[in-house]
């Protein structure tokens, strides 16, 4: 069939994914959609042929729309879940899946009233191929049991009303979904370092911050988190294990090499870093509802876990010491 999505937020991510929906996804187009700003959302919904709305709750409440994508801002996220699962749709909601873990605890309980899976949360990385390679590799065994990782996110600046807790929140939460992907295991504790600030930082903005993670295995990781490169937007990921190491590798592109240099470029933000990441996951998450029903990306589970190891080290950024990481068992319902 044809599945017909609304789409709730048209600002930056979201028509990027109005775009992707109505151009490259496969099996899918844009039926409706919403945004606070009403001008720009009825733009967007003239272009694409889609119902517009003033409010995200008749998005979803449309009987024509069949799954919803949220892309709205990221206190709005839980409420517009909770909607969708109430009504029994399917919901493809960018991360973070909300801003505390009490509120994903709210979307586990209804999503189970609901009786099956109707959420997946938009953590990309798990559909880049630099990501999906480095995996396979640990899974291998080849470089051996993974001992430590370095990572870091920069970014050139910051998206709007960017603030100190979001820099865990919003930007490093994709850290530490794609790490316990990458591993295969749940974290023990964490705790934030605040190095100098940077004195392009915007007023109150404590950046860069560093996050350290350990696992119940004792596996370690620094993860830089620079919203203030000065330079483009750079991720890096490297795992260290017993017998080896595997990185991302520097962007695939071309190597120039003309008076006297040698050089290529680098990105400037992240919807063109992982834009085919973005195509693949919203390709497959289409295909799953439509092959089985249920969406096969990360869970709500997952984004609890982002959010229950986000709230530690938001405590442990103003507590200045590593706070344990109170996750529980992973109810059967997820597995
Ligand atoms: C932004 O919201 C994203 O999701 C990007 O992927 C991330 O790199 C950036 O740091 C966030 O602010």
Known sequence: MEWKIGVIGTGAIGREHVRRLADVVQGARVAA????????????????????????????????????????????????????????????????????????????????????????????????????????????????????????????????????????????????????????????????????RNRNASAGLMDPQIMLLRTKSGVCADVEINMNSGYGYDIQCEVVGEKGTARLSDPNTAVIREKGRCFYSLYSDWSQRFSEAYDVELQEWINSLEEKNMPSGPSTWDGYAACVTADSLSRARISGTAEKIPLGEQPEFYK
Not at 43 to 56: E, I
């Open 33 to 196: 959609l919403s945004d606070a700003n009403a001008e720009a959302a009825r733009d967007v919904a003239g272009k694409y042929h889609a119902a517009f709305y003033r409010t995200g709750e008749e998005v979803i409440h449309d009987k024509s729309v069949d799954a919803v994508l949220i892309a709205s801002p990221d206190p709005s996220h839980a409420g517009y879940v909770l909607e969708c699962v109430r009504a029994g749709k399917f919901v493809f909601c960018e991360k973070p899946l909300a801003t505390s873990a009490e509120e994903c605890l709210k979307i586990m309980e209804e999503e189970r009233k609901a009786g099956k899976r109707l959420v997946q949360v938009g953590f990309m990385r798990r559909y880049d191929r630099g990501y999906r390679e480095l995996r396979s590799v640990l899974k291998s065994g080849k470089i051996g049991a993974p001992l430590m990782l370095h990572c870091c996110h920069r970014n050139l600046v910051p998206g709007p009303g960017h603030t100190t807790d979001m820099t865990v929140k919003n930007s490093g939460i994709h850290e530490i979904d794609v790490l316990r992907w990458l591993l295969g295991e749940e974290y023990e504790s964490g705790q934030v370092l605040l190095p100098k």
